[in-house]
Every structure is written in structure tokens, then in C-alpha cells.
Nanobody, 127 residues
Framework: QVQLVESGGGLVQAGASLRLSCAASGRTISSYNMAWFRQAPGKEREFVAAIRWKGGATYYAQSVLGRFTISRDNAKNAVYLQMSSLKPEDTAIYYC????????????????????WGQGTQVTVST
């Protein structure tokens, strides 16, 4: 079992930056693909970014490409999401997720492919 705890959310103005953290426990995440998803009120949970367990290749939703950066520190058993140039449409609950190493690239964007989830952290971007 992997337990994930997100932190770093908050209320910021448009254009600001935030860094989300995801601390893992129970197992090392070094052999898991890791991802961030988000869910806005009344909307389905959507993919934001993912990072492969081996090699560290990263993938992003088009809506955040160039503004968000996902990274991982296996020594600290943690994953991060650096968010910059935030927009009001980025307002959502952000979730960290861990998926098995065998996931293929095309599966990384699917919520159902991930085995472990955190409780989420709220990000609110005001105009």
C-alpha cells in the first residue's frame, strides 16, 4: 500500500505561482509512475501531468503545458508540481496519484489506471 498526502495548495491571484508537494509513505515510489490530476466543481477529474518511474519522462495536459512542471525526488519519496502563471481556470482540487510501472504512455492520462490517490489539496486562483 502507498499512502499519498498532498500539500501546498492555497488561494492566490492570477499570474502567481504555487508548488504542490506529494509525500508518499508505505512503499517507495521509485517503481511507480506518478501523476497529478485535478477536479473543478461540477467537472470530472482530469489529467494534469505525469512522470515515468524510469527515465523521468514527463507528460502534460495541453492546458498546462509550459506553465506547470512535474518532478520527483525518489530519495525523499515525493513528487512535486510547480505551477506558474496561474489562471482562474486552474482552480480545482489537485490530486496526486501513483500507478504501476507497466503503464504505457497512452494510459498515463487515465484516472482508472492509477492504484493510489491522495486526499487532494485545494488551489484557488482569483482574478
Amino acid at each position: 500500500q502507498v499512502q499519498l498526502v498532498e500539500s501546498g495548495g492555497g488561494l492566490v491571484q492570477a499570474g502567481a505561482s504555487l508548488r504542490l508537494s506529494c509525500a508518499a509513505s508505505g512503499r517507495t515510489i521509485s517503481s511507480y509512475n506518478m501523476a497529478w490530476f485535478r477536479q473543478a466543481p461540477g467537472k470530472e477529474r482530469e489529467f494534469v501531468a505525469a512522470i515515468r518511474w524510469k527515465g523521468g519522462a514527463t507528460y502534460y495536459a495541453q492546458s498546462v503545458l509550459g506553465r506547470f512542471t512535474i518532478s520527483r525526488d525518489n530519495a525523499k519519496n515525493a513528487v512535486y508540481l510547480q505551477m506558474s502563471s496561474l489562471k482562474p481556470e486552474d482552480t480545482a482540487i489537485y490530486y496526486c496519484a501513483a500507478g504501476r510501472s507497466s503503464l504505457i504512455v497512452s494510459s498515463l492520462r487515465n484516472t482508472y489506471e492509477y492504484d493510489y490517490w491522495g486526499q487532494g489539496t485545494q488551489v484557488t486562483v482569483s482574478t
